[in-house]
């Protein structure tokens, strides 16, 4: 089961390309495909394929004994986020069923191209059909090989030899390299933030292999075509790798995190029940997900979701023909069940429409109690806000709640010319500024502390190069969960902005420091982890809140948009083995309240008696 990652993230990429029709009354009328060799005529008004009236269906390609389908075909607006694209989205749906939506394999080539070419970064997909079997390959950068992906719509099953070497993104340094921002310039040169080989480690995952028919979902040949459900495309490609969903209201198709967050696009559709094929198909995929990416399972002590539905009273609700009641399952599993803080409910399916329904699950709750007598004690030293960066004595503290970024490219922190133009609310400018002060001539500095007490997470990046910044080279570890590949990545940065990756860009030669608290999650908890195993931060406060897991943003087949912690399990190497940091680090030094976090002049009095 946990192979099925693999499959979901060519599935997106497809997607993402094709094309659609707008409206929702002409996307009603919809009509047989035509057997393969007989090309479809086309209806003026409703933009939809009609086949020949002569047309006899083709046998299915799954067995010999089931009976065609009658395939109708029908095409859609395209949104990414909240923009309509030129091209349309093509769909089809089997049988009259007209709220589960299936894609073609044979764009996926042409989507898998666009999606992974970039400058300087060539990808050759190559797609070949023998019968039932549809293979990609891709040549890999690294290894004298093809790497392939092949769907046998015979079988049910989507199988890769390396599914993290297929789906790697062009630049990344290792296969689980967590790096999104590119940070090279147009010749290859790495800038800002450059992925270095020493002290890499990479230990390739176990060959992928997801049993669709297990879950009872069925991959389609008939009349030359290859259907692939689009939700299934949605949980094994876009989710786990591009960190993004794909949805369908009826009306339009669309690809973002979270369709919810466009109601005036996604709520636009009638409400409505499921289907009784959308009820059935809607559960069984969404223990396909579940069981697939969710990277908190073996945690969780969950065997399969199935079985734990069972358990916890919620199969019935998940099948039946009510949207309301299914999604308000989800919602229970996320807060109740779940309790992750990662994984996380975001909306209500199109058919329900918004609905005032709220909960919040016990972790959540207490972080935020606990983020809120922080943020009140800190006001009464800091009344106008804290600011990013501060000297007090012979100590820089640098303060930031959440790890931003602001700048979309590696090259625009080269275009501002004094560093004390950088905003506190970009954390990689905020460090540039701060390392100008810091090293300045004849600057006091012996002490640089590093403030995550009110930090709960934010951009991957932003971390790495603060870890670099502290510690000369930053190694993050990864494990995926779906794979069990590992790797270490190691990032220097360049804090001076000089296009060098050297000595001077670090203050590794200070006393280095880092505030903690319960608050501290998800990134703000990678960067203190990271400085507890380098033996060269001292943690002060109270343990971290933990929080391994990168989050993948993920939707069930009838909308339900939500969160989940994914497959990508942020980790810490350690005598050879990998160890993940859901626990969160314990303080060198304990703070007892809040407020000693915050009098820093009582504070840079306790920190020089450290030293």
């Given amino acids: 089961m946990k192979k099925l990652v693999s499959l979901i993230l060519v599935m997106a990429m497809i997607l993402s390309m094709t094309a659609c029709s707008s409206s929702r009354a002409g996307a009603g009328a919809a009509t047989e495909v035509p057997p393969a060799g007989e090309k479809a005529t086309e209806n003026a008004e409703t933009k939809e394929a009609v086949a020949p009236e002569s047309a006899e269906p083709a046998e299915t390609g799954n067995t010999a004994s089931d009976p065609a389908h009658k395939i109708t075909v029908k095409t859609f607006p395209l949104y990414f986020d909240d923009k309509k694209m030129n091209e349309e989205q093509t769909l089809y749906f089997l049988d009259g069923v007209a709220d589960l939506p299936y894609i073609e394999a044979n764009d996926w080539l042409t989507l898998l191209r666009l999606i992974y070419e970039k400058p300087g970064f060539p990808v050759d997909f190559k797609m070949s059909a023998d019968g039932s079997v549809v293979t990609y390959t891709r040549p890999s950068d690294r290894y004298d090989v093809d790497l392939p992906m092949t769907m046998d719509f015979d079988k049910d099953v989507i199988s890769f030899q390396d599914y993290n070497l297929f789906v790697m993104k062009p630049g990344q340094s290792t296969v689980l390299d967590l790096i999104g921002m590119n940070t090279y310039d147009e010749s290859g040169n790495p800038i800002l933030l450059k992925k270095v080989d020493t002290g890499v480690f990479e230990r390739l995952g176990d060959a992928l292999e997801i049993n669709l028919g297990d879950y009872g979902i069925d991959l389609i040949q008939q009349d030359g075509k290859y259907l692939i459900p689009l939700q299934t495309v949605a949980d094994l490609i876009a989710s786990p790798v591009w960190l993004e969903s794909i949805y369908f209201n009826g009306q339009c198709v669309i690809v973002t995190e979270n369709a919810t967050d466009l ?67 989800i919602y229970r ?115 640089v502390v590093i403030d995550l007490s009110d930090n709960t997470g934010g951009v991957s990046d932003t971390a790495a190069f603060t870890m ?34 050297d000595e001077k860009d670090t203050v590794s030669d200070k006393n280095l420091y880092c505030l903690i608290s319960p608050v501290s999650f998800s990134c703000g908890n990678l960067v203190p982890c990271m400085f507890k195993e380098s033996g060269v931060v001292t943690l002060i406060g109270r343990p971290s809140a933990g929080g391994a897991c990168i989050v993948e943003h993920a939707s069930s087949a009838w909308g339900t948009a939500f969160r989940l912690s994914g497959t990508h399990q942020l980790s810490f190497m350690k005598n050879g083995s990998f160890y993940d940091i859901d626990r969160g680090a314990e303080p060198d030094f304990v703070l007892t309240n809040p407020d000693k976090y915050y009098d820093r002049q009582a504070l840079t009095k306790y920190i020089n008696s450290l030293n």
């Fill in 263 to 329: 109601p005036d696009i996604y709520y636009a559709a009638p409400t409505g029940e499921r289907s009784e094929a959308l009820a059935e198909f809607g559960y069984n995929e969404l223990c396909l997900l579940l069981d697939t990416v969710y990277g908190l399972k073996d945690d969780h002590h969950i065997e399969s979701f199935d079985q734990f539905f069972k358990e916890v009273g919620f199969k019935d609700a998940l099948k039946g023909n009510s949207a309301e009641d299914a999604d308000k399952a």
């Fill in 333 to 447: 599993l996320i807060t109740d069940y779940m309790d992750d803080i990662h994984s996380l409910w975001r909306g209500f399916s199109y058919l329900t429409g918004p609905i005032d329904y709220t909960a919040t699950s016990p972790s959540r709750e207490r972080l935020g109690k606990t983020k809120k007598r922080m943020e009140e004690t800190r006001a009464k030293y800091y009344p106008d806000g804290i600011p990013g960066y501060e000297e007090v004595g012979n100590t820089a503290y640098i303060t930031f709640d959440d790890f931003a970024l602001t700048m979309a490219k590696a090259e625009d922190f080269y275009k501002v010319e004094d560093p004390m133009d950088f905003p506190d609310n970009d954390t990689i400018g905020l460090i540039i500024k701060a390392h100008s002060q810091i090293t300045r001539e004849g600057s006091p500095i012996e002490n």
């Fill in 468 to 501: 670099a910044w502290f510690l000369g080279e930053a190694s993050i570890g990864m494990r995926d969960t779906m794979t069990g590949a590992t790797c270490s990545s190691v990032y220097r940065c360049d804090a001076n902005r000089d296009g060098q990756f």
